[in-house]
C-alpha cells in the first residue's frame, strides 16, 4: 500500500459486523436498516432487470433519474438544476464524494471537515494528497457544540473545499440555519467549495429542519450537494447516490467518475427515479416511523444507565458509559458483546488518532436505531446487564 494510505486499516464496520456475527449479538454498529424500502421500489427495480435494462447506462446517469433528483431538490428546497448538466449519478455517495474531492483537491490544498467524520472522508483526502482540517463536533446531553472560534481556525489561504456533513454522522447533529450561514460565510470568504453531504436529509426529528447549504444566498453557485438512495429508501446495497451543483463542478466530478467506474447500477437508476417522486406521506411517515424507534432505544439507554445524546437526525445515537463506569468507547465496544450481547460502534473510530476530537468523544458508543422494533428491544434488554 503507498505510504499516504499505510495509516487506514479495515474499516471499523467491517470489524464490529464481523465481532456481531462471531459472538451472535445484537448489532447495533453498522448503519443498514434490517427491512428492505418500499414495495414499488423493488418491483420496478425487478421489472428494470426484467425487461433488459442491464447494459451500461449513460454516462452521467438515465434521464429518468436526473430529473427525478432535479425535481426532489426543487420539490423540498425550491433548488433549480439542470438535469442535463447539473446532476450525476454516482456508485453510491461514497463514490460521488470520493469523485469530488479527487476532481477538486491535490497537494498543497486543505479541506475543512467537522470531526468527528464519516470514515471514507479522511481516506479520500489523503488519496487525493490534500490535507484534512478538522472542526470538533462534540456530541453532548444538550446536542453537539461547534465552536465559531475552532471554526474560522481551520479555514486558511489553502482550504479548497469544505466538506458538510448535515445531518450528522455520526453525532446525529442538524446543523442549525446560523451554523450553516457560518460555514457558508467562510466558504465565500476563502473562496472555496462547498461539498454537502445530505445522505440522511430525510431522516430529520421533533422540531428540526434540514438546511441544504445550496439553498443560502450566493451559495448555489459553490455548493456540490450529495445525496443516495440507500438511506432514505433503505437500499444500502444498490449503492445508487447522486450529486449537483453547477455545471462546471459537476462537469468536473463525472471526468474522476467516469474513471473510478464509468457508470453504475443500471436498472436500479430508473427505479430509484420512481421512488423519489413517492408522495409527501412516504417521507414523512419515514421520518416519524424513526423518531419512534429512537425514542425507543433512547429510552432503553437512558434506563440501562447511559448518558445520552439525542439525535435531532439520522439513524444513530451516541452513548456516554460513563455513568456505567466505562471511559473507552472502544475497549467498551470490544467487550460490549461479552457484557452484554450488543455490538455498538465506538466514536472515535469517526477521529483522527490522537485529534482534539478523538480525545473529546473517547468514552463515547454509537448505536444504530434502524431495526426492527423487536431488535431494538431485545438490544435494551440486554443492556441492562450493564448496571
Ligand atoms: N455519508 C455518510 C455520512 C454516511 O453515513 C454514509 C452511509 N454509511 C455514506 C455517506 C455512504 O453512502 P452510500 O452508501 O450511498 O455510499
Ligand atoms: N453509513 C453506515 C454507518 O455509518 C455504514 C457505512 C459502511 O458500512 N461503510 O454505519
Known sequence: VVARMRRFGPTVFAEMSALAAR?????????????????????DAVAAIRSGRNQYPPGTGVPALLEAVAEHQHRFYGLTLDPGTEVLVTAGATEAIAASLLALCGPGDEVVVLEPAYDSYAAVIALSGAVQRSVPLVPGPDGSTLDAQDLRAAFSARTRVVLLNTPHNPTGT???PAQVAAVAALAVEHDAVVLTDEVYEHLVFDEHRHVPVATLPGMAERTLTVSSAGKTFSVTGWKVGWVS???????????????????????????????????????????????????????????????????????????????????????????????????????????????????????????????????????????????
Open 23 to 43: 459472538t451472535g449479538a445484537v448489532n447495533l454498529g453498522q448503519g443498514f436498516p434490517d427491512a428492505d424500502g418500499p414495495a414499488s421500489l423493488l418491483e
Open 174 to 176: 442538524v446543523l442549525s
Open 245 to 387: 451543483g453547477p455545471a462546471p463542478l459537476v462537469a468536473a466530478v463525472r471526468m474522476v467518475k467516469q474513471f473510478l467506474t464509468y457508470v453504475n447500477a443500471g436498472p436500479f437508476q430508473p427505479a430509484v427515479a420512481g421512488a423519489l417522486a413517492l408522495p409527501d406521506d412516504f417521507y414523512l411517515g419515514l421520518a416519524a416511523d424513526l423518531q419512534r424507534r429512537r425514542d425507543l432505544l433512547v429510552e432503553g439507554l437512558l434506563s440501562a444507565g447511559f448518558g445520552v445524546s439525542v439525535p435531532a437526525g439520522t439513524y444513530f445515537v451516541v452513548a456516554d458509559p460513563r455513568p456505567l463506569g466505562h471511559d473507552d468507547g472502544t475497549a467498551l465496544c470490544r467487550e460490549l458483546p461479552g457484557l452484554a450481547g450488543v455490538v455498538g460502534v465506538p466514536v472515535s473510530a469517526f477521529c483522527e488518532p490522537g485529534s482534539p476530537a478523538a480525545a473529546a468523544v473517547r468514552p463515547l458508543v454509537r448505536f444504530t436505531f434502524c431495526k426492527s422494533d423487536a431488535v431494538l428491544e431485545e438490544a435494551c434488554r440486554r443492556l441492562q446487564a450493564l448496571r
